[in-house]
């Protein structure tokens, strides 16, 4: 009993030092960039003189970073004020208390081996947690060979369906599952939205019980990681390590102090009260359909519905090309913007998302003023100068803390470690310039297209079925 008890209080130490070692970190790096810019000590006035035309271009150009400074602000405060290296979730309850639970997992079919075999994974590490009342339901538009059994439910989304508002791709194949005659759900059950490549952990299983049973908020969303066993593109893995971080920092932060998707949320580890879902609804017309997440969350933040982090962490791959990798972005941003521009959704409640979206957008012109700073050099007060200090340091660390939360140190080694944290931070320009390419081809292109990334590998081994 002693023993036990030495080796928690020694666990619950090493956390806790991890996360000061971390906060330290951070803060290191925020000061050298604070310094590297000037902002500390101000900035040197200019003695070129432009035309008041061009001098105001110029210092509207150096000022763009304020867009990003309150998604910044939050992922500080999400990743210094939470520890980032929480214990493994416990649970608060036997798993027969809970409520019923459907891991809803939506594809058009293209994948039936992936499909197959993440089935039976996920229906494995359920059953090895002690889940009791749920099953595996599988949407897809194009039949798949399943077990279906007790645990196992496919739902084919007929070619000649369509919702009430013209709902398209993934929301239309998720408001299927709704309609009265498919739904098989109580108002109290529990809904787990997973994409097709998405592996769950014991450790999600065990955030999620805790999360349903304890019942105080309609939806949940945890972290999700890209690194995890064959890693098949290491230059757009080490880029999503940035959504590690994201999740970690803005994504917590948000849903633990304010209990709203003020910023959005993601399609994936989304769980979500049944009867809330249906409320919500998916249908929501061809502007609601690219980036359907962010609309039904926005939605739902619109009704009153509140939401909340849950802690354990679920598994997918980065995009396997970088061709596929742009036009993810490229999508997200279409479906983001047409959120954005919804005029179902009141400013008071998107302002936030809107202010993250367009300083994605501005983000060419932000790295123009990098450029012509240096040979257009203009004063800008030297607050500003601090704020773009704070926003960049900020996104510089999120790179090397998403690293350090994808790998384990002890799996790798300190010197793989900081060779993964020295190729995320190469890898930033090449994001940078992606991001800045899916800026210019999103805005400009049509925004009702739905992109599938390839997800399509090495066939991957049978799993048994317990």
């Given at each position: 009993?002693?023993?036990?008890?030495?080796?928690?209080?020694?666990?619950?130490?090493?956390?806790?030092?991890?996360?000061?070692?971390?906060?330290?970190?951070?803060?290191?790096?925020?000061?050298?960039?604070?310094?590297?810019?000037?902002?500390?000590?101000?900035?040197?006035?200019?003695?070129?003189?432009?035309?008041?035309?061009?001098?105001?271009?110029?210092?509207?150009?150096?000022?763009?970073?304020?867009?990003?400074?309150?998604?910044?602000?939050?992922?500080?405060?999400?990743?210094?004020?939470?520890?980032?290296?929480?214990?493994?979730?416990?649970?608060?309850?036997?798993?027969?208390?809970?409520?019923?639970?459907?891991?809803?997992?939506?594809?058009?079919?293209?994948?039936?081996?992936?499909?197959?075999?993440?089935?039976?994974?996920?229906?494995?590490?359920?059953?090895?947690?002690?889940?009791?009342?749920?099953?595996?339901?599988?949407?897809?538009?194009?039949?798949?060979?399943?077990?279906?059994?007790?645990?196992?439910?496919?739902?084919?989304?007929?070619?000649?369906?369509?919702?009430?508002?013209?709902?398209?791709?993934?929301?239309?194949?998720?408001?299927?599952?709704?309609?009265?005659?498919?739904?098989?759900?109580?108002?109290?059950?529990?809904?787990?939205?997973?994409?097709?490549?998405?592996?769950?952990?014991?450790?999600?299983?065990?955030?999620?019980?805790?999360?349903?049973?304890?019942?105080?908020?309609?939806?949940?969303?945890?972290?999700?990681?890209?690194?995890?066993?064959?890693?098949?593109?290491?230059?757009?893995?080490?880029?999503?390590?940035?959504?590690?971080?994201d999740d970690m920092g803005k994504l917590r932060f948000q849903f633990k102090m304010f209990h709203k998707p003020l910023f959005g949320w993601k399609g994936s580890y989304v769980v979500t009260q049944a009867e809330a879902e249906r409320k919500v609804s998916f249908d929501h017309g061809p502007d609601g359909s690219v980036a359907e997440d962010?609309?039904?969350?926005?939605?739902?933040?619109?009704?009153?519905?509140?939401?909340?982090?849950?802690?354990?962490?679920?598994?997918?791959?980065?995009?396997?090309?970088?061709?596929?990798?742009?036009?993810?972005?490229?999508?997200?941003?279409?479906?983001?913007?047409?959120?954005?521009?919804?005029?179902?959704?009141?400013?008071?409640?998107?302002?936030?998302?809107?202010?993250?979206?367009?300083?994605?957008?501005?983000?060419?012109?932000?790295?123009?003023?990098?450029?012509?700073?240096?040979?257009?050099?203009?004063?800008?007060?030297?607050?500003?100068?601090?704020?773009?200090?704070?926003?960049?340091?900020?996104?510089?660390?999120?790179?090397?803390?998403?690293?350090?939360?994808?790998?384990?140190?002890?799996?790798?080694?300190?010197?793989?470690?900081?060779?993964?944290?020295?190729?995320?931070?190469?890898?930033?320009?090449?994001?940078?310039?992606?991001?800045?390419?899916?800026?210019?081809?999103?805005?400009?292109?049509?925004?009702?297209?739905?992109?599938?990334?390839?997800?399509?590998?090495?066939?991957?081994?049978?799993?048994?079925?317990?």
């Amino acid at each position: 009993m002693a023993v036990g008890r030495l080796g928690l209080a020694f666990s619950e130490t090493l956390h806790h030092t991890k996360h000061v070692l971390h906060v330290c970190l951070f803060l290191l790096v925020l000061l050298l960039f604070e310094l590297g810019a000037g902002g500390l000590w101000g900035e040197v006035p200019v003695d070129v003189q432009y035309p008041p035309l061009v001098t105001l271009l110029l210092q509207l150009l150096r000022i763009l970073p304020l867009l990003a400074l309150p998604q910044a602000i939050f992922n500080f405060l999400g990743l210094v004020c939470f520890n980032a290296f929480p214990e493994r979730a416990k649970l608060k309850g036997s798993p027969l208390l809970a409520p019923f639970i459907c891991i809803r997992v939506v594809t058009r079919g293209d994948f039936p081996e992936l499909v197959r075999n993440n089935v039976h994974r996920n229906l494995n590490i359920c059953l090895r947690v002690g889940l009791e009342k749920f099953m595996l339901e599988v949407v897809t538009d194009k039949k798949i060979d399943l077990p279906e059994n007790q645990r196992v439910r496919q739902v084919v989304v007929p070619s000649s369906y369509k919702p009430k508002s013209g709902a398209l791709f993934k929301a239309r194949a998720l408001q299927y599952c709704l309609e009265d005659d498919i739904n098989l759900l109580s108002d109290l059950d529990w809904i787990v939205h997973l994409d097709e490549e998405t592996i769950v952990t014991e450790a999600a299983i065990r955030g999620i019980l805790n999360f349903v049973i304890e019942g105080r908020h309609q939806f949940g969303q945890g972290l999700i990681t890209y690194a995890n066993e064959n890693i098949q593109n290491w230059v757009t893995t080490l880029a999503d390590t940035f959504r590690v971080s994201d999740d970690m920092g803005k994504l917590r932060f948000q849903f633990k102090m304010f209990h709203k998707p003020l910023f959005g949320w993601k399609g994936s580890y989304v769980v979500t009260q049944a009867e809330a879902e249906r409320k919500v609804s998916f249908d929501h017309g061809p502007d609601g359909s690219v980036a359907e997440d962010n609309y039904f969350g926005m939605i739902a933040y619109r009704d009153g519905y509140s939401f909340d982090f849950i802690e354990g962490e679920m598994w997918e791959k980065s995009p396997f090309s970088i061709y596929d990798f742009l036009q993810q972005r490229k999508r997200w941003l279409q479906g983001i913007l047409l959120v954005v521009h919804s005029r179902h959704i009141p400013v008071s409640t998107k302002w936030l998302l809107a202010l993250s979206l367009y300083s994605w957008v501005t983000m060419p012109l932000a790295f123009s003023s990098v450029i012509l700073s240096t040979t257009f050099p203009v004063t800008v007060p030297p607050l500003f100068n601090i704020i773009a200090a704070f926003v960049g340091g900020v996104n510089f660390y999120m790179y090397i803390f998403g690293v350090i939360k994808s790998f384990r140190v002890d799996r790798l080694g300190w010197i793989r470690m900081v060779l993964c944290i020295v190729g995320a931070l190469i890898t930033m320009p090449f994001n940078f310039l992606i991001e800045n390419f899916a800026v210019l081809r999103g805005v400009i292109g049509n925004k009702h297209k739905f992109y599938i990334v390839n997800k399509l590998t090495e066939p991957a081994p049978p799993v048994n079925v317990v």
